[in-house]
Structures are given as C-alpha cells and as structure tokens.
Nanobody, 117 residues
Framework: QVQLVESGGGLVQAGGSLRLTCVVS??????????LGWHRQTPGKQREFVAL???????TYSGAVKGRFTITRDNAKSTVYLDMKNLKPEDTGVYYC?????????WGQGTQVTVSS
C-alpha cells in the first residue's frame, strides 16, 4: 500500500508563487520506477490532470499550466514537487498527488491552493 502526503498549499495573490510537496511512503518496489503526478479539483469542475513526472518518459503538463508550473522528483527523498509561478485565480483548488504502482492508483488527501485577485 502506498501513502502520499501533500503539503505547501495556502493563500497567495495573483502573480505569486507556491511550492507543493508530496512525500511518498509505503510498500514500493522501486520509487524510481513509478510515475508521480499532480491533479487538481477547481470549484465547479471535475478533477483534472496538472502534471506528470514519468519514470522514463520525462515530464508532461496540461495546457493550462505549461510554462508556469514545474514538476520535479527527488527519488532519494521519495518526494515530488510542484513549483507554481505566475499563479492565477483560476488555479484555485485542491491539489492532489497521485501515483500508480503495479496497477493500483493511490491519491493523497489534497492540499488547498487559493489565489486571490
């Protein structure tokens, strides 16, 4: 079983920056072999993909955040980060860390990001 714990959310003004952190723990064969990603649920919308740090294929981003958000992973620390800059009010929502290990998808509890205009 895999556990993910997010932190780093908060209230920020438009144009500001935040760094989200997700620590991964549990029974994992190899942290370096699993994808680590971020999704978000903004008010009135379904949960959506934000960014993915693949184990082998590099990083991908949604069109809404590309160029503003950066995902990085530190396998030695079992941690994935999401650096967010030039934040916009429409980035407000709950951000979830997610992974899939041997066919099982695991989610964190989420961290709230609020961007004021």
């Amino acid at each position: 079983q895999v556990q993910l714990v997010e932190s780093g959310g908060g209230l920020v003004q438009a144009g500001g920056s935040l760094r989200l952190t997700c620590v991964v723990s549990g029974t994992i064969e190899s942290i370096s072999s699993i994808p680590l990603g971020w999704h978000r649920q903004t008010p009135g919308k379904q949960r959506e993909f934000v960014a993915l740090a693949s184990a082998v294929d590099g990083n991908t981003y949604s069109g809404a955040v590309k160029g503003r958000f950066t995902i990085t992973r530190d396998n030695a620390k079992s941690t994935v980060y999401l650096d967010m800059k030039n934040l916009k009010p429409e980035d407000t929502g709950v951000y979830y860390c997610v992974t899939n290990e041997r066919g099982v998808t695991s989610w964190g509890q989420g961290t709230q990001v609020t961007v004021s205009s």
